[in-house]
């Protein structure tokens, strides 16, 4: 499956990928480097923190990934989720559908919304008519 690193649940899409998502909730979460699992981790208790390496704080956006309908997990510094705070708050004004990407500036791939405008859909609505009057 090529498309896996989008539908996973830390979802890192490539430059000009788009994953369209819907906002639940933000955390504020202490992460650190395990040099034992060679990955980052989520910090519990003060123990923890003296066994790891760049322990720093992230702001964790909850979201819905509508590529695969499960929640995913996107870390965000605060000038991220200041970019995604105004993307947010013109999406509760006009509506619309959130889409993530990541943007590549200087050597560091930052995190990136834009709001996808839906066309207004025109629907007709059908008048009401007794069952009779159609007989």
């Not at 309908?69 to 989720?81: A, F, P, V």
């Not at 509760?92 to 066309?119: S, V």
Request: proline share 3%.
């Amino acid at each position: 499956m090529d498309e896996y690193h989008l539908i996973k649940q830390f979802s890192k899409p490539r430059e000009g990928e788009f994953v369209p998502v819907t906002f639940i909730e933000f955390k504020r979460k202490l992460v650190g480097w395990s040099p034992e699992l060679k990955r980052s981790v989520y910090i519990g208790s003060e123990e923890e923190k003296s066994k790891l390496k760049r322990v720093r704080e992230v702001n964790l956006m909850i979201a819905i990934n509508h590529l695969s309908g499960k929640l995913s997990s996107i870390e965000l510094n605060d000038e991220e989720k200041a970019q995604f705070e105004e993307v947010y708050s013109s999406f509760l004004k006009k509506g619309g559908q959130l889409m993530y990407t990541r943007k590549k500036i200087c050597a560091k791939n930052i995190a990136f919304f834009e709001l996808n405008e839906l066309e207004e859909k025109v629907r007709d609505i059908p008048e009401k008519n007794l069952l009779s009057d159609m007989l």
